[in-house]
């Protein structure tokens, strides 16, 4: 498969910014994040019973994408801007990035789904010097590729720097352009568009003497963990049958009934803790590890915080596995630990980092973290993006038939090891993204305590 780009252009919103809109400042939990973009492509089949005219409906369908884009745009206006530097973003109107691509002749969007490379998947993403660099003063706040296919099919790439938002606020983004988009299809009620809170920088203010860069930032935090060399994607699929079977084993006294999601990290953690253990020759305990969930705080806080609110209101709960012994390590230990940790943080942390103050709390949460570093050799980071309802991004012609993210090529790299959970189409199974070191995902994808590995999502349920 080849993509050529057929054109680059930034969206602008449909009605200029208000001048006392032109400067966003990010919060707090913003300064501590990095720029980098999360890549998310959602996948559209031409699904038609009789022969047309697909030039004509896929340019139609570009056209749309793009006005309802620029109309969206009014509600999420920092979008269309810059950073300034770590503390702002520009709302110049200046536009969202948006690529027009096409895929080879004879190469059908079917083809592709029927047995994914997910290295290929990196020719439907944008890349700009900014992203590659990694340095946010002067790089798009957000981005947008669309890939057509000769059969019909469109593939879209959107995605937002993280140091502006998390997956709630990306999901916020998507589904109000989505929404806008059917609007202009089929009329739908002005209700089901989606108006964005930029309330964060009131209730979590930048801290501006925040030091950087610094030793408190994301970035930094996970460097220790980091590993250097030939990194791969493998993508483990979990139907609703082995999820039930995960659950029960991972039952224990003190978690009776855990979530589908606390059964699948489980038993990953433990696959790739005994990859790490058997890479290593070690014959004795596993080495200490991080096991790390993104909390969502929103939802913490007492009342709890608007839904749509722009910015990284996350947290990251940790569970230390010593493994002292290997009851620790076994699913129902580590069900209790990853429970334990991902309850902890509750209202009063949320209270605690609010106003003025909130530095100081946040920045002693994120000292503590750094002082549980020293006795840690591993870290595994979930992110759970099952609850972002992408496969409901319906812009008018259908929702996606598939949902996915990007592999990492060829090339030599330094990563952390980070697992993306997803909802399957249906909603019944989980599909686990899951980035490591060539040699460590030797053993895992060998794992016969596993589910299916990489199947094709067009049977997918």
């Known amino acids: 498969m080849e993509v050529e780009i057929i054109s680059r252009e930034c969206i602008k919103p449909s009605s200029p910014t208000p001048f006392h809109l032109k400067a966003y400042k990010l919060c707090l939990m913003d300064q501590y994040q990095y720029h980098r973009h999360y ?85 439907l993403i944008p890349v700009d010097g900014n992203e590659r660099s990694g340095q946010a003063a002067g790089a798009h ?19 937002i720097s ?50 950087f860069p610094s030793e408190l930032t994301r970035k930094a935090q996970f460097a220790p963990f980091c590993k250097t060399g030939r990194f791969v994607m493998r993508r483990f ?31 990953l953690s433990k696959c790739i803790m005994a990859a790490f253990k058997s890479k290593s020759g070690s014959s004795g305990s596993h080495k200490p590890t991080l ?17 749509h609110l722009v910015g990284n209101i996350i947290c990251y ?4 596995i010593c493994a002292d012994g290997e009851v620790e390590v076994e699913l129902d230990g580590l069900g209790c630990k990853l429970r334990e940790s991902i309850m902890k943080p509750g209202s009063d942390f949320v209270n605690s980092i609010q106003g003025s103050g909130g530095f100081h709390n946040y920045f002693k949460a994120l000292n503590d973290e750094n002082d549980v570093h020293t006795v840690v050799q591993e870290r595994i980071t979930f992110t759970n993006w ?51 070191l060539e040699d460590y995902m030797n053993l895992l994808q060998v794992d016969k305590e596993l589910a299916t590995l990489d199947p094709s999502p067009l049977g997918q349920a």
């Open 39 to 123: 890549p998310k492509l959602f996948y559209y089949p031409l699904n038609l019973s009789e022969a047309t005219d697909i030039d004509h409906i896929v340019s139609e369908r570009l056209q749309l994408l793009k006005q309802s884009l620029s109309e969206t745009l009014v509600r999420f206006y920092p979008l269309a801007g810059k950073f300034t530097d770590r503390y702002s973003i520009e709302c110049n109107d200046e536009g969202i990035l948006f690529v027009q691509a096409r895929a080879n002749k004879g190469f059908t969007l079917n083809e592709f789904l029927n047995q994914p490379d997910l290295n290929l998947i990196n020719k």
């Open 141 to 159: 706040v957000a981005k947008v590729q669309v890939t057509s296919f000769y059969c019909g099919g469109l593939v879209i790439f959107a995605s």
């Open 162 to 211: 993280h140091m502006f938002g998390d997956g709630t606020t990306y999901s916020s983004f998507l589904k109000s352009w989505a929404a806008t988009a059917r609007n202009h299809n089929n009329n739908e009620e002005e209700s089901s568009l989606i108006y964005p809170s930029y309330d964060a920088s009131y209730l979590f203010p930048r801290y501006d003497e925040f030091p």
């Open 237 to 267: 699929v979990f139907q609703a049958k082995a999820i039930a079977e995960l659950k029960a084993k991972a039952a224990s006294s003190s978690v009776q009934y855990p979530s589908r999601i606390e059964a699948v990290s489980a038993l």
């Open 291 to 307: 096991l790390t969930h993104v909390v969502n705080l929103r939802r913490k806080a007492r009342p709890q915080l608007p839904e």
């Open 317 to 320: 709960a940790n569970a230390l």
């Open 386 to 436: 099952g609850k972002f309802g992408y496969y409901e991004i319906d812009f008018g012609w259908g929702k996606p038939i598939w949902v996915s993210v990007a592999g990492f090529g060829e090339s030599i790299i330094s990563l952390p090891t980070v697992i993306i959970l997803m909802n399957t189409r249906l909603g019944d199974g989980i599909e686990a993204w899951v980035s490591l």
